[in-house]
């Protein structure tokens, strides 16, 4: 947690400007603030729902909504509602919705960026919740926020997910809430690290998730307090944690899976599948229904 706070320590200049967005305001929409701000400023924007979408690189933006704040259906370059191709940026207090694209990945946020701090926010009905680049250095931490009903899988076109990270530093996701995926997984990385604490991962009994968390390339993994549930529609019943099964080209790093509740509802299934290098450790996770615990690398304790 230190670390993530350092990370987002930004130096914000003297003259950093509030930039009000709403009726009555200097700016009617969330992309004319967006547009006219300048490095360090705060974009704040009102309760409502706007039909609108932004892309910026002015660094060290943050953008902030109220409850209510909807941006919705609007893409910008082609990628999503919010494109973030700045350096470092915070979003928080937003909801995201509706983002689609013929190529089927359309994103609530497409993050393209070194170091995104995503909070308190709301994505229902995207394809990809967030999507990241493939950028070596960056870093994403998703915190207290929600996923609904997000995910797609186009013929000829792949699938987009609830958190789709490409190949990145870093992705931290903690003490959020996701349900429902029309398809896909909830968390996809391929993070060279990936943290998942606190969580609450459900299908519910409509969910027709792939898997709850994927690791195609391994890496090292932490997932720890979280609460996971496969349900009865899910479209891949093999396993609900999978690392390595479209090989393994992250470094070897430590894979520690612990005091999570996992329950399935559906078919028989593995909780955790490593085909990773890594061998996975397992300890004090509470597992109810048709599971076998560890398929793969590693050991429970």
């Known amino acids: ?32 603030a967006i547009a006219a701000a300048k490095p360090g400023d705060t974009v704040h924007i009102a309760a409502g729902s706007y039909r609108d979408c932004a892309a910026w690189t002015v660094d060290d933006l943050t953008i902030e909504g109220e409850n209510g704040t909807v941006l919705r259906e609007a893409i910008c370059q082609g990628a999503g509602i919010f494109v973030v191709n700045a350096p470092n940026a ?14 089927g990945n359309g994103s609530g946020i497409r993050a393209n960026g070194q170091r995104l701090l995503v909070e308190h926010c709301s994505f229902r009905n995207n394809q990809d919740g967030i999507l990241t680049a493939n950028n070596g250095g960056a870093e994403l931490i998703v915190r207290d926020s929600r996923f609904e009903k997000n995910g797609a899988c186009l013929p000829n076109k792949g699938c987009a997910h609830g958190i789709y990270a490409g190949v990145i530093t870093r992705l931290r996701v903690e003490t959020s809430h996701f349900r429902d995926a029309v398809a896909g ?14 969580n ?15 690791l195609p390339n391994g890496g090292a993994l932490e997932m720890t307090g979280n609460t996971l549930q496969k349900g009865p529609r899910t479209e891949n019943p093999t396993a ?8 393994d080209k992250r470094p070897a790093g ?33 597992i109810t229904g048709k599971v076998r615990l560890l398929v793969g690398r590693g050991a429970v304790d």
Do not use: C, W
């Open 200 to 214: 609450r991962i459900e299908d519910g009994d409509s969910g027709r998730s792939s898997y709850l968390i994927d």
């Open 185 to 198: 997984h909830y968390i996809k990385s391929r993070a060279r690290r990936t943290e998942v604490i606190g």
């Open 254 to 286: 430590p894979v520690t899976i612990s005091d999570n509740i996992f329950r399935n509802d559906g078919p028989p299934t593995i909780f955790v599948r490593n085909d990773a290098k890594s061998p996975a450790l397992l300890s004090g996770n509470k």
């Open 90 to 103: 915070i979003i928080r207090n937003i909801s995201f919705e509706g983002a689609s694209i013929a190529e």
């Open 1 to 32: 947690m230190k670390a993530a706070l350092v990370i987002f320590a930004f130096v914000v200049p003297a003259q950093a400007a509030v930039l009000e967005v709403g009726s009555g305001t200097a700016f009617s929409l969330p992309s004319a």
């Open 240 to 247: 609900a944690v999978i690392l390595g099964e479209e090989g």
